[in-house]
Nanobody, 116 residues
Framework: QVQLVESGGGLVQAGGSLRLSCAAS????????MAWYRQAPGKQRELVAS???????NYANSVKGRFTISRDNGKNTVYLQMNSLKPEDTAVYYC??????????WGQGTQVTVSS
């Protein structure tokens, strides 16, 4: 069982930056994919960015060029650097860990609010 704890959310003005962290209680090196999702009020949860065990990253079109995902297996932590934030980035951001055999683990979420 792996527990994920997100941090780094908050209130920021449009154009600003935030860095989210996701700390795992156990090793993430066995997780095939680590990812960040977000859910805005009244909308479905959507994939923001993912990174494989081999550090191959993918991004939603809406965040390409602005967000960067990274993972530090030694610290069992995944990061999401968010730059040039827009009001439409406002959402609760969730960390996800996917194990090919054990399935998915989720964090409790961290609120990101971008003011215009």
């Amino acid at each position: 069982q792996v527990q994920l704890v997100e941090s780094g959310g908050g209130l920021v003005q449009a154009g600003g930056s935030l860095r989210l962290s996701c700390a795992a209680s156990g090793s993430i090196s066995s997780m095939s994919v680590m990812a960040w999702y977000r859910q805005a009020p009244g909308k479905q949860r959507e994939l923001v960015a993912s990174i494989t065990r081999f550090a191959i990253a993918n991004y939603a079109n809406s965040v390409k060029g602005r967000f960067t995902i990274s993972r530090d297996n030694g610290k069992n932590t995944v990061y999401l650097q968010m730059n040039s934030l827009k009001p439409e980035d406002t959402a609760v951001y969730y960390c996800n860990a996917h194990h090919s055999l054990l399935g998915d683990y989720w964090g409790q979420g961290t609120q990101v609010t971008v003011s215009s």
